[in-house]
């Protein structure tokens, strides 16, 4: 099969096409991929926005309204609850934030690539979790520090980052200690004119993982449908424009065995063409050549 120039020049041009193909699949994946990392952040970075912005406002709004005064807004005297272990604690805001803050938080939650969505002031200090983390006490420490993480300071190296954060839509890679990786997307609060913590929302990785396999699948099918079809098209192609060399090739054989009466016509203005001339001069050479020798 491959003695033949047409599945040669096939093969050839296929794998030529197949690494282009390849080379454009990669490049395009990659670009799609960061497009969707950008675009997984930059919804991250709004959430957080947005939930700083709302929280300010409602703790300024329940010192206006005489809830408590501005000094108890910034409380930092954490009252220990007892028998937790990881410890909890009360402040002088804490219960109100329970009642006023908590079905805001849950609505972000909605989005399903958002883990939590907390104000944390700046010791890392977490007065009201997401509903789905505030789950009854079991007694069981493992289970109780995935189900029940509300009241507790977070100070290790990205929860304080997070807490102290100053800029919009600070960015981190966040390892939580119930052993799930994330990004971890801060905003600060600012409660009358001051940092009174930071708005944290935790993004899922594996979400973003799960749509770039998506994504991966997508291309992959569409890049071997059009390798598939192209792969086709070119070995018809190259069958067909070859056709007329096979059919110069079978007269050639017959002139090789002495049959020199089929005249060869030229049908294009190619390279194929300039053999078939060739070929009908050669043959007209043969055919005088052998009438002679028939005449004496």
């Known amino acids: 099969m491959f003695r033949k120039i047409s599945v ?7 794998i030529v096409l197949f690494v282009v193909i390849a080379s454009g699949a990669i490049l395009l994946v990659n670009k799609q991929y960061a497009s969707l990392d950008n675009k997984y952040k930059e919804q991250g970075k709004y959430v957080s ?3 700083a912005k709302a929280i300010g406002r409602i703790i300024d709004e329940a010192i206006d309204n005489g809830v408590f005064p501005v000094k108890d807004a910034f ?3 954490y009252s220990i609850i007892p028998n937790f272990d990881p ?6 805001y804490d219960s109100y934030l329970d009642k006023a803050i908590l079905n805001f938080q849950d609505e972000m939650l909605k989005n399903t690539n958002i883990i939590f969505a907390i104000a944390v002031d700046k010791n890392g200090y977490l007065p009201t979790h997401n509903s789905k983390f505030q789950q009854p006490i079991t007694g069981d420490k493992e289970k109780d520090k995935v189900g029940n993480r509300t009241k507790r300071i977070f100070s290790d190296p990205v929860g304080l980052a997070a807490a102290r954060n100053s800029q919009e839509g600070f960015v981190q890679v966040y390892k939580r200690d119930t052993g799930e990786t994330m990004w971890d997307i801060s905003t600060p609060i600012m409660v009358k004119g001051k ?5 944290r929302v935790g993004l899922s990785i594996t979400s973003l993982q799960d749509a770039k396999d998506e994504l ?6 569409i890049m071997i449908m059009i390798l598939l079809i192209s792969v086709v098209a070119i070995m018809f192609t190259v069958k067909t424009i070859l056709k007329p060399l096979t059919v ?5 054989a017959k002139m090789a065995d002495g049959d020199v009466e089929q005249v060869i016509e030229a049908t294009s203005h190619d390279e ?3 053999l078939a001339e060739i070929l009908e001069r050669l043959r007209i050479s043969m055919k005088s050549a052998m009438d002679r020798l028939s005449r004496r």
Request: avoid cysteine; glycine fraction near 10%; proline fraction near 3%.
């Open 195 to 199: 940092q009174w913590g930071n708005f």
């Open 75 to 77: 409380d930092t005297e």
């Open 49 to 51: 926005a947005v939930g």
């Open 272 to 274: 194929i063409g300039d």
């Open 248 to 252: 110069l090739t079978e007269i050639a």
């Open 87 to 92: 410890p909890k604690y009360h402040t002088k």
């Open 216 to 221: 991966l699948v997508q291309l992959s099918g």
């Open 8 to 14: 040669k020049v096939a093969v050839f041009v296929n």
